[in-house]
């Protein structure tokens, strides 16, 4: 079966240290990653995607990823975090195998300290 | 240019009426998937629409059925509507040559079943 486990449910961290969000998947193929951010009484926003090729993917408003096949991660980190990065962040799974839909982790909540 | 765009913003029903939810896709997208995600919880795939016609459907009963017209918008429709319905109903769209993960999600219908 298809899963993604995103293991912090809450995260805080003071405006200007790093983040990391975690995410590790179960996947039966060649998984295409995604994560996305929703604030509140919004949809989803794509921050970046992983296809193929360099493991490491750059995405929007400074964020990073990087795709470890053999820990079956793709965990988000961002170098300083701003007041404006809260939000809740999603970690998602497809694969072409399975059609055209995603499996999503149950999200991580980020609180951004002043 | 529109992205996508759902009605209404929310709404409340009581056990055992239907609803119906729509959603108009990105100008140039072909393809409407539809989400639900539970509070507190990641989104799950509920179906997909391409050329009017069901191409996916997740673990979600018969009483969630849709419809997707000409001109590409969609209508997700639940029947006999259970406390258990209450969530934020995403749609996202995307192009189908495009391999259907270029989503585009809209800010979603809450639904609240009391």
């Known amino acids: 079966a298809q899963s993604v486990t995103q293991p912090d449910i809450h995260i805080t961290v003071s405006e200007g240290a790093s983040l990391e969000l975690r995410c590790n998947y179960s996947?039966?193929?060649?998984?295409?990653l995604f994560w996305y951010v929703q604030s509140p009484g919004q949809g989803l926003q794509l921050l970046l995607k992983?296809?193929?090729?360099?493991?490491l993917v750059q995405g929007i408003k400074g964020f990073e990823a990087e795709f470890k096949r053999s820990q079956s991660s793709f965990n988000l980190r961002k170098p300083s975090v701003h007041w404006s990065d809260a939000a809740e962040y999603f970690c998602a799974v497809g694969a072409i195998e399975y059609g055209n839909k995603l499996v999503f982790g149950a999200g991580t909540i980020l609180r951004v300290k002043s | 240019d529109a992205g996508v765009t759902q009605s209404p913003t929310h709404l409340i029903k009581t056990r055992g009426q239907q609803v119906t939810l729509r959603c108009s896709p990105k100008s140039g997208h072909d393809t409407v998937s539809w989400y639900q995600q539970a509070l507190g919880q990641g989104p799950q795939f509920i179906f997909q629409y391409y050329e009017e016609e069901e191409r996916q459907r997740g673990n979600f009963p018969d009483r969630f059925s849709g419809h997707q017209f000409p001109n590409y918008s969609s209508e997700l429709n639940v029947n006999a509507l259970l406390l258990g319905d209450s969530a934020l109903y995403l749609c996202?769209?995307?192009?189908?040559?495009?391999?259907?993960?270029?989503?585009?999600f809209g800010s979603g219908t809450r639904l609240t079943v009391v």
């Open positions: 996202a769209s995307s192009l189908a040559t495009g391999g259907n993960y270029g989503y585009t």
């Open positions: 992983y296809f193929s090729g360099d493991t």
């Open positions: 996947y039966g193929a060649t998984p295409y």
